[in-house]
């Protein structure tokens, strides 16, 4: 395996009762950064990051991780990661501070030691005043934030994140983020599942995007961006009963299909230039439309997946395991 590179995997599958789960998986994600796994639920996701983790046997393919091979070194790699699934893994019935304390123990640390090691993460993770609380007194936000300090009692050279802020509050969800970059600021690699196409873009320096158990896609966010175009045109209308007859002037002008936003009265349409741009909203005005609001932006990575896929990031159906 090349030096450079914390995995390397080559046509890894998998099946579950005779659904393709992984099918045929090549990634290489280099060391010292956030690699980002995009896809939704049932995407391949969680079964491809349990098979470099060396939690599930691959049906084909092989993948090296840190230098060793996933089903011959199973030992060697699982020496070297950490892993933190979508659930946590910390014991309820426990204090935040007692969960540490063991895992430090098992892990081979003097009582002393242990000891240290919790209250230097409980510290870090700003979990002191709740430390000698049960932990399923936690909230959402706090539990992600302990499960995540379990995982790095002894800190990993590569660590592995399944969907780290589902569920969790905007502060949360900002608090998990810094803990990531901070992580990657002292060495540890981290690969990145997550379905959240913002979160991607926030923190992963590459993304690998996974549709149906396949990589159809991957690049910096910046590259997945461009490749589907210079910029989209947002436009706000006044009057959302107006959305459809605006969405087909658009399609005429551009030659593009618009896309119908969450909000009741917002479309974005492709454009490949402020002049198009420009000229459809003169178009739009001429034809009557009142606009809240209209801007030229970069695609965002939602529309990158929609242009991908020929579907939305939709949640789907999980497969097993």
Known sequence: MTATLAIEASGLAKSFRGTRAVDGVDLEVPRGAVYGVLGPNGAGKTTTIRMLATLLRPDAGSARVLGHDIVAEADEVRGLISLTGQLASVDDELTGRENLVLLGRLLGYATKQARARADELLAAFDLEEAAGRLVKGYSGGMRRRLDIAASIVVTPELMFLDEPTTGLDPRSRNQVWD???????????????????????????????????????????????????????????????????????????????????????????????????????AELSRAGFELAGFGLAQPSLDEVFLALTGHAAEEKEEVPG
């Open 179 to 281: 803990i990531i970059r901070a992580l990657v600021g002292q060495g540890t690699t981290v690969l990145l599942c997550t379905q959240y196409l913002d979160e991607a873009d926030q923190l992963a320096e590459r993304i690998a995007v996974i549709d149906r158990g396949r990589v159809i896609a991957e690049g910096t966010p910046g590259s997945l961006k461009a490749s589907v175009g210079e910029g989209a045109l947002h436009v706000r209308l006044l009057d959302p009963a107006r959305r459809e007859e605006a969405a087909q002037t658009l399609a005429r002008v551009l030659d593009a299909e618009p896309r119908l936003e969450a909000d009741p009265a917002a479309l974005s349409v492709p454009v490949t230039g402020s002049d198009r741009a420009s000229e459809a909203v």
